[in-house]
């Protein structure tokens, strides 16, 4: 009922900068909240970024000071830039939504992922 399709990840050389994004569709009535996460290989998927309705943020403390998220409501879209990258910077960044959608039992609050896109910070 709800997709999120990233797009963004890729390949740079340490102290890159790439931009990812994640656009929400579906039967949407709002989104409480957005973010990445990413998991590396051999490693538990952590929270990296997250943004709130509110406009409220939050930061894994490795990537405070060089990435930034950012919303478009209009577009419901959630974009994550990140400067100065590093090679542990490299897994794989999953988009995440807390959503209200409209059900045919009513209003109702999920949680959504994307699918998932690479980043490789080569050093």
């Known amino acids: 009922q709800v997709q999120l399709v990233e797009s963004g990840g890729g390949l740079v050389q340490a102290g890159g900068s790439l931009r990812l994004s994640c656009a929400a569709s579906?039967?949407?009535?709002?989104?409480?909240?957005m973010g990445w996460y990413r998991q590396a290989p051999g490693k538990q998927r952590e929270l990296v970024a997250a943004?709130?309705?509110?406009?409220?943020?939050n930061y894994a403390d490795s990537v405070k000071g060089r990435f930034t998220i950012s919303r478009d409501n209009a577009k419901n879209t959630v974009y994550l830039q990140m400067n100065s990258l590093k090679p542990e910077d490299t897994a794989v960044y999953y988009c995440?939504?807390?959503?209200?959608?409209?059900?045919?039992?009513?209003?109702?609050?999920?949680?959504?992922w994307g699918q998932g896109t690479q980043v490789t910070v080569s050093p």
């Open positions: 943004s709130a309705s509110g406009g409220s943020t």
């Open positions: 579906g039967s949407i009535v709002s989104i409480v909240t």
């Open positions: 995440n939504a807390g959503v209200t959608i409209a059900h045919s039992l009513g209003l109702m609050v999920g949680t959504y």
